[in-house]
């Protein structure tokens, strides 16, 4: 017996369990209590539990907790006037039969009988309903809320991991060489590079811990992944930097910035036999803090309009700022491709 069996068993005995203390006290409270009385009690708990029990293989069935609100409601009103009709057809003739009513009711015309045991009956399993209905309302709602939340976390994490795995083997090769090739004709300048590059890793293993990061940060981390792209471009790279100090502090996914400069160099300036440049413009837009990354280059619709680089940006812009961010690229003149990113500001 599953969880959920059991749980609906005990909901079954206290429920009724209570019913039957209820209608003991006050049958004590009003000098009714019998022999008799006591038999009709346990008879009519018996089928309430034999009937209710029913209803919950006909709502099962019928898959009704899936089904919209509006059909809840109407269908289980509908049951429970309908497994009424059927509790009463047996209930009626038995407490004749058996003798279970006061010799005033036995007298009664069967109809009557059948009107009053049928009004009595309905708020007892309307109540029945309605409870069932709210419990597995709130635990479909709960339920909803939770996986909702659990694929969330398991996007978010699965992407920040993916970003963290997305470092460019290449580019640690490349480094280190740079770095090796330094080490005898510039010791200082190697023990820098080395300082940028574990810069560069640090910030990748910390990309998962924190949706965003301020974009000081991220242009700390880009500016070392530029310095160690230079060792190996030299002077076929040029960089600018047209930043607002406004928009130090705003938050920014990680490693976003560092992948789309990642991206203008692999698909960019390695191409170009003469290099070309790469300029970074960071500003505030309106309500958007305006990023974007322009480099010597040409859009092509390969690796540039639909790489990794491009759709984990689109698709982490969308799960933390849905249709509120924006991203786009394209190219900006004949020798020159623009990636811009539009963030909603922190303070909007």
Known sequence: ?????????????????????????????????????????????????IFTHLMREAIHKMGLVMKSLQQQIFIFIILAVVFDLFLVAVQTPFELICGLLSKEKMQEPLHWRFLTNFTS???????????????????????????????????KEL??????????????????????????????????????????????????????VSFQEELKIVKDYLALEHMRFEDRL??????????????????????????????????QMQGGMVKIHSGNR???????????????GGATSGGFGLSSTQDRLSLLYGDRARFEIKQASPTLVEAKVLIPLSNQ
Not at 135 to 150: A, N
């Open 159 to 212: 992407e920040l991991k993916t970003i963290k795995a997305h470092i460019n083997p290449h580019f640690i090769f490349n480094a280190l060489n740079s770095i090796r090739a330094l080490i005898d004709e510039n010791p200082s300048r190697a023990r820098k590079a080395v300082t940028e590059l574990s810069n560069i890793l640090r910030s990748s293993l910390q990309a998962e811990k924190g949706e965003t």
């Open 286 to 300: 309106g309500s958007y803090h305006e990023l974007v990354i322009q480099n010597t280059g040409h859009l092509n």
């Open 121 to 155: 009956s309905m708020p007892l399993l309307f109540i029945w309903n309605l409870i069932y209905f709210m419990y597995h309302y709130v635990e479909k709602s709960r339920k909803q809320q939770m996986d909702t939340i659990k694929l969330e976390a398991l996007v």
């Open 1 to 49: 017996m599953n969880r959920s069996v059991k749980r609906y068993w005990a909901f079954q005995i206290i429920g009724w369990g209570t019913f039957a203390l209820i209608n003991i006290f006050f049958a004590f409270l009003f000098n009714m209590f019998s022999e008799r009385f006591l038999y009709r009690l346990i008879f009519y708990i018996e089928i309430g539990i």
């Open 238 to 271: 040029q960089v600018d930097y047209e930043v607002d100090d406004a928009t130090l502090t705003q938050p920014v996914p990680p490693m976003m910035l560092q992948t789309l400069v990642e991206n203008a160099i692999k698909h960019g300036i390695s191409k």
